[in-house]
């Protein structure tokens, strides 16, 4: 019986390659940091190509933000839960006891690990990658327009509470893991509207912040 969720729509020849793409840190040394670096620059070649194929008369900048707004932690990790990803991480014992397989740093990260290795599975053409990456994000893809301005969450936060008049929200850096080269933020987000603070991961303390903030939103059904 094949590991892959069958909502991935690839079959992989080397089932190892999914297995390693979805091992994270914690879990050991053979883990998915190395696929996740490549499945980074790959992602963003194959959606800033669509996006030069959809958008002709799109100016730079416009491109930028459509691709930023597609590649951004969030998204992905949103991407990451609609294929079930979660149920097939490997985690080691203190992230699967905090969470770790909701966490969307740790589902961002091994879905690019994922896209990398149905890259390095399919062989050297890029076509198959391709194909199901570009089915992922399908329904975004089609929902994009050139002219609408996407805010990120930290923004969209503070512009709610501005308009009904409440409290800014307070962010505070609970916690910094690793070595200086692979730190992961934690951070809180508190708001008077919710009776507990939301913890935000990421790579930097704005990923983090913006992690926390989208929380929020989320929280607030925004």
């Known amino acids: 019986m094949s590991l892959v969720p069958s909502k991935i729509h690839y079959n992989f020849s080397n089932e190892a390659l999914f ?18 670096f490549l499945g980074d620059s790959i992602l963003g070649f194959i959606i800033a190509e669509e996006l030069y194929q ?18 951004q932690r ?15 991480l490997n985690l080691g014992s203190g992230e699967l ?5 909701d ?8 879905l690019e690990a994922l ?26 893809l089609d929902n994009l327009d050139l002219d609408s301005q996407t805010k990120d969450a930290k923004t969209r936060l503070q512009e709610h509470l501005q308009g009904i008049k ?4 307070d962010y505070e850096v609970l916690d910094v893991a690793g070595k200086d080269h692979q730190q992961t933020f934690a951070v809180v987000c508190r708001i008077d509207l919710l009776p507990e603070p939301i913890t935000g991961y990421g790579s930097t303390r704005r990923e983090a912040e913006q992690e926390a903030a989208d929380a929020v939103l989320k929280a607030l059904s925004l």
């Open 19 to 36: 297995k390693l793409a979805l091992s994270h840190c914690s879990s050991g040394q053979d883990n998915n940091e190395r696929l996740e």
């Open 54 to 71: 959809r958008f002709p008369k799109g100016k730079e900048g416009q491109l930028s933000r459509l691709r930023a707004d597609l590649v």
């Open 74 to 88: 969030s998204t992905l990790a949103e991407i990451a839960r609609e294929l079930d990803l979660g149920a097939s």
């Open 97 to 101: 006891k905090s969470g770790g397989a």
């Open 103 to 110: 966490r969307d740093s740790i589902l961002a990260d091994a």
């Open 115 to 140: 896209i990398s290795a149905i890259y390095l599975d399919a062989g050297p053409e890029l076509d198959a990658c391709r194909k199901t990456v570009l089915s992922w994000f399908a329904g975004r």
């Open 166 to 169: 409440a409290a800014l929200p």
